[in-house]
């Protein structure tokens, strides 16, 4: 069975003050690797998708790194509105939908001014 | 455009009532998936449907079932409320079955 488990759990970090947050996973081929955004009482928005080892994806402070087993969400200079719970996800294996999306338990980023 | 669209935003019932979850997708989108989030978890999956057929079904008891519409909305029902059941529902729709999903903003749904 999939599994996604990420760290840390909740990450408090001052304007300014870079770092990274990891996704690892253990899946049966992977099919791509999900990172999405979620603010309080809101849904998850879609951030990037990752494809193969060493893919990176970068959007304004955000950038996304892949290897064989884990993901990265490095956050550069971070602004108080990057607050949110970051989630990354897997779909299932080839052959089945990516609507059945395999989430990880989320890190709760805190960026104080 | 309207994203996905989710109603009611909040809920609360008692043990042992049914609730009906409603979603609407995206213009032009065909597939819709039910997830629920407990508070400080990730969202797990419940349902996807496709084309009005049901194409998954995840780890959760014959009390939540769901079905689509010709419209491609779709309803999640939830039979015999427990406490446990009280959690974010998120609807997500994607254009078909391998293509990025977006999400809806939830319902918040409280069992007492």
């Known amino acids: 069975e999939d599994q996604v488990t990420q760290s840390p759990e909740a990450l408090r970090l001052q304007e300014g003050e870079s770092s990274s947050l990891n996704c690892s996973y253990t899946v049966s081929g992977l099919r791509g690797l999900f990172w999405y955004r979620q603010d309080p009482g809101k849904g998850p928005e879609f951030l990037f998708t990752?494809?193969?080892a060493g893919e990176e994806k970068e959007k304004e402070r955000l950038k996304a790194t892949l290897t064989k087993k884990e993901s990265f969400l490095h956050i550069t200079a971070p602004k108080p509105e990057d607050s949110a719970t970051y989630l990354c996800a897997t779909p299932p294996p080839r052959g089945t939908s990516y609507g059945k999306l395999t989430f990880g338990q989320g890190t709760i980023l805190t960026v104080h001014p | 455009d309207a994203g996905v669209t989710q109603s009611p935003t909040h809920l609360i019932k008692t043990r042992g009532q049914q609730v009906t979850l409603r979603c609407s997708p995206i213009s032009g989108h065909k597939s819709v998936s039910w997830y629920q989030q407990v508070l400080g978890q990730g969202p797990q999956f419940i349902f996807q449907?496709?084309?009005?057929?049901?194409?998954g079904r995840g780890n959760f008891p014959d009390r939540f079932s769901a079905r689509q519409f010709p419209n491609y909305s779709s309803e999640l029902n939830v039979n015999a409320l427990l406490l446990g059941d009280s959690a974010l529902y998120l609807c997500?729709?994607?254009?078909?079955?391998?293509?990025?999903?977006?999400f809806g903003s939830g319902t918040q749904l409280s069992v007492l």
């Open positions: 449907y496709y084309e009005k057929e049901e194409r």
């Open positions: 997500a729709s994607s254009f078909d079955q391998n293509t990025q999903l977006f």
């Open positions: 990752l494809y193969s």
